[in-house]
């Protein structure tokens, strides 16, 4: 037999000793072989998207009750996006028991992740599926226009406009408005986070009842266009985990650059702003209970857990979650990491939580 082809991405030396053995079991079948998306010219990542798009070890696909897919209007600028209703089945309905005298459910709108620069509805179909028959709820799954077509702030706008959305349309989608809770992975934990200061601080709308944020990024202040982080960053995950699997310092440089762009004092502008760094908002008192689940040995790290105590000091209740040993994206991962399929029944359980109240 002849020799096994050498691993485009080999775990770092820097983080190696740190990592869970299954993660890194999985990582090295699936994802050390490929180049990522900062790993070649923009043209070539554009030629083909699909090549770069996610680290994905998908869960099931459970059957639902109905889906449908909804272009709906944006303004910022004028165009539509697509987002995908999940509603349960009957048996997942009487099962979770969340339906109202009237037959309306709870909510979940989940925006998916991929640095603003990646993702689609598929991103996170599994998920959705899954939350949608093991809570018994609505899950809304967004397709928001991404950068570097549409830079900062379109997806979150989008993300907003979505929201609205699903407020104004709760009769025709059967959604109970007292009960809608927000979430999403990495660019959509800062989405969510941005949409739960938004939303607090709108008062057309009913309050949310929970945002899930899974490895979010909170502050964009820090990150260089180029190079290693100066050693004084408040996040020491930015230091340590500069050669973390699946997202490395460089890969967050990559998307940065082409979410926020490379005009550095337009840049500093946009990242002093809660729209672009939740942690800045000048109030985190009366936001939607947080549920933040983390990677262990992930760049963003140190973020989340800032953001957990943040939110914990303006008296926002916030449970955290660390998965010790794990990348970025292992959430995705839940076709076969355990540490993945906890975190999924960790979310259902937040879900369930919000709900009864």
């Known amino acids: 037999m002849g020799e096994a082809a050498p691993l485009v991405n080999a775990l770092h030396p820097s983080v190696v000793d740190r990592i869970d053995p299954q993660f890194a079991e999985i990582y090295n079948k699936y994802q050390a072989p490929r180049l990522r998306a900062d790993q070649v010219t923009y043209e070539e990542y554009n030629a083909d998207r699909s090549k770069y798009t996610f680290d994905i070890v998908p869960g099931p696909y459970p059957e639902v009750g109905r889906v449908q897919i909804y272009q709906i209007p944006v303004t910022e600028p004028a165009g539509s996006i697509a987002v995908q209703v999940f509603w ?211 760049t963003l790290t140190s973020e989340g857990i800032a953001y957990h105590e943040v939110l914990t000091k303006a008296g926002t209740p916030s449970t955290l979650k660390i998965y010790e040993g794990c990348g970025h994206p292992f959430g995705h991962w839940d076709g076969e990491l355990e540490k993945a399929k906890e975190f999924v029944q960790d979310t259902f359980v937040a879900m369930r939580k919000a709900y009864a109240v």
């Open 88 to 298: 349960p089945s009957e048996a997942a309905i009487a099962k979770g028991g969340f339906a109202t005298k009237d037959g309306k459910l709870p909510a979940h709108v989940d925006y998916h992740g991929g640095g603003f620069v990646i993702g689609s509805l598929k991103s996170d179909e599994s998920w959705c599926r899954q939350a949608c028959e093991a809570v018994g709820c609505i899950v809304l799954n967004v397709d928001y226009r991404l950068a570097p077509e549409f830079p900062h702030p379109v997806p979150l706008m989008d993300s907003w406009a979505a929201l609205k959305w699903a407020f104004a349309n709760a009769d025709e989608l059967g959604i109970d408005t007292s009960r809608i809770s927000v979430g999403g992975l990495s660019a959509g934990g800062q989405i969510s986070a941005a949409l739960s200061i938004m939303a607090r601080d709108d008062p057309s709308l009913p309050p949310l009842v929970l945002q899930i944020l899974i490895v979010p990024c909170v502050d964009t202040r820090f990150i260089p266009l180029e190079g290693s982080c100066d050693p004084s960053v408040p996040y020491e995950s930015y230091i340590k985990n500069e050669f973390a699997p699946c997202l490395p310092l460089n890969r967050l440089r990559w998307f940065y650059r082409l979410w926020l762009g490379t005009d550095m004092e337009r840049r500093q502008k946009l990242a002093a702003d809660f729209k672009a760094s939740p942690i800045l908002a000048a109030s985190h008192a009366n936001l939607a209970p947080a549920s933040l689940h983390i990677a262990g040995v992930d």
